[in-house]
C-alpha cells in the first residue's frame, strides 16, 4: 500500500475529515477539520470526494516521506513549504515523486491548514469517520496526533487528472487570521446578559485568547456581565455557540466540544463563518455582528458557490 | 397543567427545545417521553414529520441537529445486519440521522422553521405530565463499585469530606447512594459520561471549586442533582466517592456508549 513516513510531526497534526455526526446522544463531539471548507476545497484540488481524510496541520507543519508518487495539495493560512529542500508555492497541487520529502514548516500567518493526498489518507473507520478524536482518544491514527516514524498508507486517487481550478480559488478557505467579524444569530440564553452587556456583545472588540484550541476560541479582553440568574441545566449545544461562563468572557465552541454544555448561550456564529474559527492566531481582533437567519443562509449558499464555481457537487 | 416548553431556532439547522418545569425530574422525564414519542412517530405511523435529524438530550431539553447524519445511520444498520447491536435501535431516546442523503439535502432552509412549528403543535397536545417512573423502562444495569480513596485510591478521594459536609458517616452515604436507584438523563461532557438523575437530597453537594486537573477512569462522582461516572481521565469537578469497573465507552461498540437516555443504574458495593 502507499504509504507516508512521518519524518518530523509537528506540532500538533492529526487526520481529519468532515467529521463524525450522528453520535451526539452518546456524548461523542462531529469533530472533524475545523475548517470544513477549506479541507473539501484541499480534497477537489487533488480529485478526492470532499469527504476524504486528510491531514490538519496545527502552527507547525509536518515533514512526510513519501513512499509512492502522490499528488497533493495545502489549503488553509499559508505555511512555509519544500519539496526535497526547494521551496514551492504555497496552494497549487503537488505532485510528488517516489520518495520526495514534503517539509511544512511553520505558518506565516494563521493557525491551520490542510493538506490533502490524491485517494485520500486511509486509516481505520470508526464510528463513521476516519476523524481523530483527541479528547476521546480514538479515531485517526491511534486517537491522537502524528508522531514521529509513524507510517500513514493513502488510498488509490480516484481519478488522474483533476479538474483544473482557477488559482484564485485555491486560498478560499483562508481567511483573515489578525482580525475577523463574525456573525451571528441570537442564541437561546440571550436574556441572560445583564442590560448594557448586548451592546457590548456587539460593540466591544474581543482578543483570542492562547488557550484556544479545537474545542473553543476563547475570547478574552471584554468581560460580558450576566444578569443574576438560577443555575443552568446542561443542554445539548453547537460549535459556533458564543458561550458566557462566570468570568464573563466568551467562548466560542469549536468542533471537538463537548456535546452538553451549562453556560448561557447567548450567541451563535452563522455557519458560513464557522470556519474562521479554524483560523484566529491568539491575539487576534474579533468583533461580533449581528445578522437574521435570511442573512445566515444567504451566506451559507454564497460559502458553497464559492468552493465550486460551476455549481458541481462531489 | 404541564409546565410548558419553549423552542428556539439555535443556528441555520438546529433547534433546542426546553421543558420549563422547575422539578428537574420531571423536566428529564417530559424530555424522555417526548422523544420517545417522536420516534414512535418517524418510525411507526409513516407520517412523513420532516423531523429527521440528530436529537441530543440534555437535563430537560433536547437539542436537534438538521445538518448532516447519514454516517451514523449506516453504521447502525451495519450494526443490526451483524447481530452487533444490542438495543435493537428502538428503545430510549431516539439518535436518527438522515437516511436517505444527509439530512441538510433534505431539509431546505425554510423548512426548520416548518418543523418548529410542528414539533410545537406537538408538544402542546402531548399529555404527558407524569414522573420518570411512569416511564417505560430502559435496561437496568448494576454497576459494582469499591468506595472510598483506601479501597479506590484518588477515584474515592472526596467521600470523606462529603461525608463530613452531609453530616453523615461514610459508611451511611454509601449505604443511602446504594439504596437509590438513578436514571441516565442524558450522556455528555466526555463521550460516554451518564448524566444520572435519582441522587437522594441529602447526598446533593457542590463541585469543586476548581476542578481536578485529571480524574481516574471509572471514578464515581457527585455533583449537585447528578451523579456520574468518568468513563476516560478527564479534567473533573465533581466530588469523587469511588471507582467502578465498567467500560462505558467504546468506539468499537454499536452503539458506542455503554448507558443511553433512559437507562436505569443501581450501585452496588463492592
Known sequence: ?314 | MSAGHEIHRVAERALLVRFLDADLERAVARTHAVLSLLNDIDQDQGERLPLKGEWIPGAGSFLVRFDGGSAAEACRENAVDSGASDDGGTRGAPRRAGGEGSADEILEAGAVEAVRVRLDEILRLFPFNGGLSQLSKGREVEISVAFGSERAGESGDDLAGVAAECALPASEVVARFCAATYTVAFVGFSPGFPYLIGLPPELQVARLPAPRPRVPAGAVAIAGPFAGIYPSATPGGWRLLGAAEVRLFDPAAMPPARLVAGDRVRFVAR
Open chain 1, 1 to 314: 500500500m502507499a504509504a507516508i513516513t512521518v519524518v518530523r510531526p509537528g506540532a500538533l497534526t492529526t487526520v481529519q475529515d468532515l467529521g463524525r455526526p450522528g453520535f451526539g446522544a452518546a456524548g461523542v463531539p462531529r469533530g472533524g477539520a475545523a475548517d470544513p471548507w477549506a479541507a473539501r476545497l484541499a480534497n477537489r484540488l487533488v480529485g478526492n470526494d470532499d469527504g476524504a481524510a486528510l491531514l490538519e496541520l496545527t502552527l507547525s507543519g509536518p515533514t512526510l516521506r513519501f513512499d509512492a508518487a502522490a499528488k497533493v495539495a495545502l489549503v488553509g493560512d499559508v505555511f512555509e513549504l519544500a519539496v526535497d529542500g526547494r521551496t514551492v508555492a504555497f496552494g497549487e497541487p503537488i505532485t510528488l515523486p517516489v520518495g520526495a520529502e514534503l517539509a511544512v514548516g511553520r505558518a506565516r500567518d494563521g493557525v491551520r491548514a490542510w493538506l490533502a493526498i490524491a485517494g485520500g489518507v486511509d486509516v481505520p473507520v470508526v464510528l463513521g469517520s476516519r476523524s481523530t478524536d483527541l479528547a476521546g482518544g480514538f479515531g485517526g491514527l491511534a486517537g491522537r496526533a502524528l508522531r514521529a516514524g509513524d507510517r500513514i498508507g493513502f488510498l488509490p486517487s480516484l481519478e488522474d487528472e483533476p479538474r483544473p481550478r482557477r488559482r484564485e480559488r485555491v486560498r478560499a478557505g483562508s481567511l483573515p487570521s489578525r482580525e475577523a467579524v463574525l456573525r451571528i444569530l441570537p442564541g437561546p440564553d440571550e436574556d441572560l446578559l445583564a442590560r448594557d452587556a448586548g451592546d457590548l456583545l456587539l460593540g466591544a472588540i474581543f482578543a483570542v485568547s492562547p488557550q484556544s484550541d479545537r474545542r473553543g476560541v476563547r475570547l478574552g479582553g471584554v468581560s460580558l456581565p450576566l444578569a443574576p440568574h438560577p443555575p443552568l441545566r446542561s443542554q445539548g449545544t453547537l460549535p459556533g455557540a458564543v458561550q458566557v461562563p462566570p468570568s464573563g468572557e466568551p467562548i466560542v465552541l469549536g468542533v471537538d466540544a463537548p456535546v452538553t454544555g451549562g453556560y448561557p448561550w447567548v450567541a451563535q456564529v452563522i455557519a458560513a463563518d464557522l470556519g474562521w474559527l479554524a483560523h484566529l492566531a491568539p491575539g487576534a481582533a474579533v468583533r461580533l455582528a449581528r445578522v437574521d437567519f435570511a442573512t445566515a443562509e444567504r451566506a451559507l449558499a454564497s460559502r458553497e458557490r464559492e468552493l465550486d464555481p460551476a455549481g458541481v457537487r462531489r
